[in-house]
């Protein structure tokens, strides 16, 4: 992750086990304007503590699903991002 380029304020919602290991339905945090999917994933696990479901995470930006780890995510200040875990039930 390049720490060093312009960062901005993004909006986390935490979902199910994930709000549940963050203590926290929703949070901010600094995100640098661009950065790939898998060195967001590894910022937020590491903030958050999200480590014992990481590699079940989905994460969503303004609504759309990233799909790929290696895509590049570009924020702009007040962006949403949704950290979803995996969900059971019937």
């Not at 079940?56 to 930006?61: C, D, K, Q, V």
């Given at each position: 992750m390049n720490a060093d380029g312009p960062v901005v304020n993004?909006?986390?919602l935490f979902f199910a086990k994930s709000r549940e290991l963050a203590n926290t339905p929703r949070s901010k945090v600094d995100v640098p304007t661009k950065i790939?999917?898998?060195d967001l994933l590894d910022l937020l696990v590491s903030r958050f503590g999200l480590i014992s479901i990481r590699?079940?995470?989905?994460?969503?930006?303004?609504?759309?699903?990233?799909d790929n780890l290696s895509d590049t995510v570009?924020?702009?200040?007040?962006?949403?991002?949704a950290i979803i875990p995996p969900l059971s039930g019937g």
């Open positions: 993004v909006h986390v790939t999917a898998s590699d079940n995470l989905i994460l969503a930006h303004n609504e759309s699903y990233i570009l924020f702009k200040e007040g962006d949403e991002l």
